[in-house]
């Protein structure tokens, strides 16, 4: 089993910048990647960024790409993603997620969650 932590999130206003921290613990030596996603209420939850654990490859969602950065500390067991430029359309519940195979963008794909962290950007 893995435990996510999310950390981060709030108010902010359009154009201003947001970093999100997600702490990994337990078997974490079995997760390949960490991925974040957001979901808002009547929708589907969508992948937002991904990182391979061991290697830092990244991947990003073209509505957050040159926004978003997905980084890892490895000694640390943690994943973030800095946010800049948010927009309104960023409001979401952001969630963290860890699993195998973090170059596929499909939350069936992840074994772990995080609780999630609200991010209200306004306009």
């Known amino acids: 089993q893995v435990q996510l932590v999310e950390s981060g999130g709030g108010l902010v206003q359009a154009g201003g910048s947001l970093r999100l921290s997600c702490a990994a613990s337990?078997?974490?030596?079995?997760?390949?990647?960490m991925g974040w996603f957001r979901q808002t209420p009547g929708k589907e939850r969508e992948f937002v960024a991904s990182v391979n654990w061991s290697t830092g490859r990244t991947y990003y969602a073209d509505s957050v790409k040159g926004r978003f950065t997905v980084s890892r500390d490895k000694p640390k067991d943690t994943c973030y993603l800095q946010m800049n430029s948010l927009k309104p359309d960023d409001t979401a519940v952001y969630y963290c997620?860890?699993?195998?195979?973090?170059?596929?963008?499909?939350?069936?794909?992840?074994?772990?969650w995080g609780q999630g962290t609200q991010i209200t950007v306004s306009s």
């Open positions: 997620a860890a699993g195998n195979f973090p170059w596929r963008f499909q939350v069936t794909y992840y074994d772990f």
């Open positions: 337990g078997r974490t030596f079995n997760v390949v990647g």
